[in-house]
């Protein structure tokens, strides 16, 4: 549409220029008037009749008349009129006419033939003109149209000097350790087939925005030295079925003719939602697209130098049959970076920028707790923007200090700083999940505790999940219910006072007491059976299904077996809690300065499982 109006506009000006030419000419030879007439038919009679005019030249409407005294007058007289005629009307005598040279000039000038055929030619050209422009902009949407299939994936081909490498991306050390198979496997993949390895086809990097998730997929593009096909997940989305499952094949084509390659799905979370769920209609076009990828990337056979990096902060909505074996079966997770990642990133960013000699990168990563590699990114780029604002040379302290507000509260507010009084109740409550778990002989190692947020927790604490065992016992849920409500038992005693930070505990805690009574039937004081029945209906949620097999008395016994089962857990918690209140304290201060806490040095506090 943009461009038939600029089309439109092109040929307006063409032809008002044309129309200018014309006018131009117009004035002179076109029709044939000449501009330099300065005598009229009255006078050329009169001088006829005097006998002083020796010879007259006709061209077309121009008369040239030439006195016997040799001196020239110009006249014009009407187009279609002959000469003779025109004389005979005035009354001049055929005699006095003979004694004149006339010469009758043949208009065979170009100004004649200009002013036959202009006329004739000109709308023509216009005309074609505006035809020409016409079909081309149709044939250009069409051409459009028949581009829409075409991925519009950006090729990257890292150019020796600028390409990003692992230098680049600061921290997030067990990810690159994980990437670094797809290094490997990229510069010598006949190493991996000798052996026959099935080489991973695709790897799924989560983690929260501005984690350098697209960052590290070029990382590991710079590093591997192969081009990197970039196309985002909603880029396959159009307004027409069909185009993003012609899209995906097109880039995979593109991709296998430039093999080894990496093609890089950034938001795949756009078109990987979980098929055939939510209510209100699925959607036809991203089923379509995903089955695209899925089928692209089961066809690749062990010859396919190709892998699949994709990115998103919503794995929780991904459909499975993404992760399947085969497809992204590799996930590697970029967390929010703590504060040692913090210094590292901060120096990474600020390694192009004169910083002046009283900058702390460590006091500013000790203020910026819960900022994510973007976030810090942005924070000193938003200092080098104030600096040159106050026309000063070098990055001071105080400038850097003063935009982490501005980063805070800016326009998109990514991150949510957390204040110390924060910091230390998410400490307590995490260490004290940590503690529990710890002393409790059902449950297993702690894995690594961290007080920074992570979508909605404030913290994690992180042991080998129970649903990955198959069998359970009831003494196995017992303290694995301890273990969820420690977190807020541990605020509950030291600060005496609950904060709405252990919403999730309690709802996963509720679940499972309720599954222990109802599902597991692991209750002595109702009858050996299962209460409530449960269609696993996705669509519909499974919630609004549960249908109530039981009678209202049997509820009542149902809560209070569930409030026992609560009561336990508390105890043992708040035992184990108050015994070992040195411990507690030892892991919060040590939480306090480093945020995270890997299982070794959790266990030189609180000696080995
Ligand atoms: P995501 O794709 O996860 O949302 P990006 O990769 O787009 O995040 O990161 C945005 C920017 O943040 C990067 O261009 C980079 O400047 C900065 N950044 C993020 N993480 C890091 C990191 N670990 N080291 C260095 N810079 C980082
Ligand atoms: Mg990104
Ligand atoms: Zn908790």
């Known amino acids: 549409m943009k461009n038939l109006i600029k089309n439109f506009i092109i040929f307006f000006a063409v032809f008002l220029l044309l129309a200018g030419i014309f ?88 100004n004649y033939w200009l002013s036959v055929i202009l006329p004739i030619v ?15 902009s149709v ?20 150019d020796a000097k600028n390409k990003t490498t692992f230098k680049d991306v600061a921290g997030s050390e067990e990810a690159k350790e994980e990437l670094k198979e797809v290094i490997e496997f990229l510069k010598f993949p006949k190493k991996f087939r000798e052996i026959g390895a099935r080489i991973p086809r695709g790897f799924l990097l989560l983690g929260a925005p501005g984690t350098g998730k697209t960052l590290m997929a070029r990382a590991v593009a710079g590093e591997a030295n192969v081009p990197f096909f970039h196309i985002s997940g909603s880029e396959f989305v159009e307004m027409f079925v069909g185009v993003g499952a012609s899209r995906v094949r097109d880039l995979f084509n593109r991709a296998k003719k430039t093999a080894p390659c990496i093609i890089f799905i950034d938001e795949i979370d756009a078109v990987g939602r979980r098929r055939g769920a939510g209510l209100g209609g699925s959607h036809d076009e991203r089923e379509q697209t995903l089955n695209q990828i899925l089928v692209e990337m089961d066809g690749f056979d062990g010859e396919t130098e190709i892998i699949v990096i994709a990115a998103t902060n919503r794995p929780d909505v991904l459909d499975p049959a993404l992760l399947r074996p085969g497809r992204f079966d590799r996930q590697v997770v970029l967390e929010i970076p703590d504060l040692k990642e913090r210094e590292a990133i901060l120096k990474v960013h600020s390694e192009k920028k004169p910083l002046s000699a009283d900058v702390d990168l460590k006091k500013i990563a000790e203020r910026t707790s819960g ?63 940590a503690l529990v778990a710890h002393n409790l002989k059902n449950i297993d190692p702690v894995q690594k505790i ?44 030291i600060f005496n006072d609950v904060t709405t930070g252990a919403s999730s505990d309690l709802r996963v805690a509720t679940d499972l007491a309720k599954s222990i009574v109802t599902e597991y039937g692991m209750s002595d004081k109702l009858p050996l059976r299962t209460f409530g029945t449960s269609d696993e209906l996705v669509f519909l949620g499974r919630e609004m299904r549960e249908g109530r097999d039981y009678s209202e008395k049997t509820s009542e016994s149902i809560d209070a077996e569930v409030g026992k089962l609560f009561d336990e857990a508390v105890k043992t918690a708040v035992d184990i809690l108050n015994n070992k209140k040195a411990d507690l304290e030892k892991i919060v201060s040590a939480l306090m300065i480093k945020e995270t806490m890997e299982k070794d040095e959790f266990e030189a506090i609180v000696g080995k499982k």
């Open 450 to 493: 961290s007080i920074i947020s992570r979508g909605r927790a404030a913290g994690y604490t992180l042991k080998t999940p129970i649903e990955d065992r198959r069998l359970h016992s009831k003494e196995e849920f017992i303290e694995e219910l301890a273990v969820l409500v420690a977190g807020r038992m541990a605020e509950k005693i």
């Open 371 to 433: 900022f994510s590699g973007a976030d810090l990114a942005n924070l000193l780029n938003e200092a080098a923007i104030a600096t040159a604002k106050l026309n000063e040379k070098e990055i001071k302290m105080q400038t850097i200090f003063d935009s982490i507000e501005k980063v805070m509260i800016g326009p998109e507010r990514k991150s949510r700083v957390i204040t110390d009084r924060e910091k230390k109740i998410t400490a307590y409550h995490e260490a004290g999940h």
């Open 139 to 158: 044939a250009g949407a069409n051409a459009k149209a028949m581009m829409f299939g075409q991925s519009g994936a950006k090729e990257f081909r890292e």
């Open 23 to 110: 006018s131009l000419f117009g004035g002179g030879t076109l029709t044939g008037k000449p501009k330099s007439a300065n005598s009229d038919i009255g006078t050329l009679v009169q001088d006829i009749n005097n006998g002083n005019v020796a010879s007259i030249v006709v061209e077309g409407a121009k008369l040239t008349e030439t006195l016997n005294d040799k001196s020239v007058k110009i006249i014009q007289k009407e187009d279609n009129e002959s000469l003779s005629d025109l004389l005979k009307n005035y009354g001049v005598t055929p005699d006095k006419i003979e004694k004149i040279n006339i010469t009758v000039k043949n208009n065979s000038g170009s």
């Open 122 to 136: 000109l709308p023509t050209l216009i005309i074609g003109f505006l035809i020409y422009f016409m079909m081309r």
